[in-house]
């Protein structure tokens, strides 16, 4: 926790990057909260979404924003000071914690396999409605693994913040 502090300290010392990060927070707050309830909505994205939110989908949203927005002006400061930053976990955590809600109950994964089965006709029967059904029933659990990929990004930048620029020779 250490770490991940002394990072911010460093990286937000910056009023470029505290603007970063709380423009990037407010613009993903806004999107996580349109995005997690699409599997109420049927896969639709947008303000109208809103309605259906409930506790849960909000605390996720805010703890996704805010780690998001945290990452991002701490990517911009190792790539700026040329110690390239880890961004494979934070991608697959915005990924998982996107597309979770949208397959669950939209038509987008039915359309997937379907175009899938013209090629390999097995795979709608092996794989099928119970995919989606598997992304409805675990929804949290698998928004708990974006919020850990999420965090393990934000740890594994920190790291390289606080190490600093080394030679490597």
């Known amino acids: ?10 990286v937000l010392h910056s009023k470029g990057n505290r603007w970063l990060a709380l423009s990037a927070f407010a613009v993903l707050l806004a999107f996580y909260l349109m995005t997690l ?3 109420y909505t049927g896969g639709r994205i947008g303000p109208a979404a809103l309605q259906f939110l409930d506790v849960t989908m909000a605390l996720f949203a805010l703890v996704m924003a805010s780690l998001t927005a945290l990452l991002i002006p701490m990517m911009v400061y190792l790539m700026r000071n040329g110690r ?3 961004k494979s976990s934070a991608a697959g955590g915005v990924l998982v914690g996107v597309l979770t809600p949208v397959l669950c109950c939209s038509p987008l994964l039915p359309l997937a396999l379907g175009a ?18 598997f992304i ?21 930048n920190s790291v390289r913040v606080v190490r600093g620029a080394r030679c490597s020779v």
């Open 1 to 10: 926790m250490r770490t991940i502090t002394s990072a911010l300290k460093t």
């Open 37 to 39: 309830p699409a599997a």
């Open 84 to 86: 390239g930053a880890s």
């Open 116 to 133: 899938l089965a013209a090629l390999f006709p097995s795979v709608v029967t092996a794989f099928g409605w119970q995919l989606q059904g």
């Open 136 to 156: 409805a029933t675990h929804q949290n659990e698998l928004l708990l693994a974006a919020v850990a990929l999420l965090a393990l990004a934000l740890y594994q």
